[in-house]
C-alpha cells in the first residue's frame, strides 16, 4: 500500500531553515511527483510547491521567493523540503502528499501525516 | 492567482442529511478541480479529482460535480464519521490553491 511517512516535530528560531522530510513506499517513486502543502494553526490548506520524481522540475508558490528548496533521493525513496529564513508565521503543520507526474495539473491522491514546524525565540 | 471560494464556511447538519457544499473559482479552471476531507489533528484525504472522479475507495456516498467556474461536493446519508472540514483546491494552474474550507457539524 501507498505510505508516505514524514519526519518527526521540529522546534527551530526565527532565521534559521529547517528541512523535512517525506519517505515514500508502496509505488514507483519516480513515477510521481510530490507536493508539499502546509496549515498553520486553525488555518486552512496553504499550496506550497511541487517537484517532480522523475526529472527534479519544480514549481514553487511565489508567496516563498527564494526561501523554499524542494528536492529527491531516488535511492531512498525520499522527498525533502527545505524552508530558510523561518518567521514565526512559519508555524505550521506540513504535509507531503503524492501527485501524479505530469508537468502541470497534478492531482493529489495520498498524504503524509504531517510535520509540525514552530518557529520560537 | 486563482481565488476558491467555498460556501457555506459552516454547515449543521443531522445523521441522515444530504449536503452540498460549493466551491467557485475566481476564473475558469475546467475541471481540475479536488474535494478533501480533513478531521481534527488529521491530514488530509483524497475524496474526488477532475470535480468528479472518485479516488479509489472513496464511497459512492460522495459526488462532485461542476465544470469552469462552479464546482459542488454532495454528501449523502450523513453517518457521524463524515462531520469534519472540507476543503477544494484548483489545480488548473500554477499556484494551486485552496477554498477556506467548510466545516461540517453535527446539528
Known amino acids: 500500500q501507498v505510505q508516505l511517512v514524514q519526519s518527526g516535530t521540529e522546534v527551530k528560531k526565527p532565521g534559521a531553515s529547517v528541512k523535512v522530510s517525506c519517505k515514500a513506499s508502496?509505488?514507483?517513486?519516480?513515477?510521481?511527483?510530490i507536493t508539499w502543502v502546509r496549515q498553520a494553526p486553525g488555518q486552512g490548506l496553504e499550496w506550497m510547491g511541487w517537484?517532480?520524481?522523475?526529472?527534479?522540475?519544480?514549481n514553487y508558490a511565489q508567496k516563498l521567493p527564494g526561501r523554499v528548496t524542494m528536492t529527491t533521493d531516488t535511492s531512498t525513496s525520499t522527498a525533502y523540503m527545505e524552508l530558510r529564513s523561518l518567521r514565526s508565521d512559519d508555524t505550521a503543520v506540513y504535509y507531503c502528499?503524492?501527485?501524479?507526474?505530469?508537468?502541470?495539473?497534478?492531482?493529489?491522491?495520498?498524504w503524509g501525516q504531517g510535520t509540525l514546524v514552530t518557529v520560537s525565540s | 492567482d486563482i481565488q476558491m471560494t467555498q460556501s457555506p464556511s459552516s454547515l449543521s447538519a443531522s445523521v441522515g442529511d444530504r449536503v452540498t457544499i460549493t466551491c467557485r473559482a475566481s476564473q475558469g479552471i475546467s475541471n481540475f478541480l479536488a474535494w478533501f476531507q480533513q478531521k481534527p489533528g488529521k491530514a488530509p484525504k483524497s475524496l474526488i479529482y477532475a470535480a468528479s472522479s472518485l479516488q479509489s475507495g472513496v464511497p459512492s456516498k460522495f459526488s462532485g460535480s461542476g465544470s469552469g467556474t462552479d464546482f459542488t461536493l454532495t454528501i449523502s446519508s450523513l453517518q457521524p464519521e463524515d462531520f469534519a472540514t472540507y476543503y477544494c483546491q484548483q489545480y488548473n494552474s500554477f499556484p494551486y490553491t485552496f477554498g477556506q474550507g467548510t466545516k461540517l457539524e453535527i446539528k
Open positions: 517537484i517532480s520524481a522523475y526529472n527534479g522540475n519544480t
Open positions: 502528499a503524492r501527485v501524479s507526474d505530469d508537468d502541470y495539473n497534478q492531482k493529489i491522491d495520498y
Open positions: 508502496g509505488y514507483t517513486f519516480t513515477s510521481y511527483g
